[in-house]
């Protein structure tokens, strides 16, 4: 099992920034990868950037140039920062973690913060 804790969210005017924070704890050893998913309203939970064990990170194309994912591997943190924040980025924003469970991966989720940019 994994806890995932986020914070950061808010409200933030078109092209501001803001910085999310998701803090790991309990079987870290066995995560895998860790990234940040984001759903609109009405919309899918959609991948926004991850990176895995290797610090390898990985993009959507809406949020590359604008968006930084990054990892504290002591503190077991994954931040994502937000440049260049539009309307379009309105949505929840879930943390999510990957852990290895044999050759099966097993996903878990943090409880969601909402980032809203105001035009």
């Known amino acids: 099992q994994v806890q995932l804790v986020e914070s950061g969210g808010g409200l933030v005017q078109a092209g501001g920034s803001l910085r999310l924070s998701c803090a790991a704890s309990?079987?870290?050893?066995?995560?895998?990868?860790m990234g940040w998913y984001r759903q609109g309203s009405g919309k899918k939970r959609n991948l926004v950037a991850a990176?895995?064990?290797?610090?390898?990170?990985n993009y959507d194309d809406s949020v590359k140039g604008r968006f930084t994912i990054s990892r504290d591997v002591a503190k077991n943190t994954v931040y994502l920062q937000m440049n260049s924040l539009k309307p379009e980025d309105t949505a929840v924003y879930y943390c999510?973690?990957?852990?290895?469970?044999?050759?099966?991966?097993?996903?878990?989720w943090g409880q969601g913060t909402q980032v809203t940019v105001s035009s």
């Open positions: 999510n973690a990957l852990l290895q469970n044999g050759r099966d991966y097993d996903d878990y």
């Open positions: 309990g079987r870290i050893s066995n995560i895998y990868a």
């Open positions: 990176i895995n064990s290797s610090g390898r990170p």
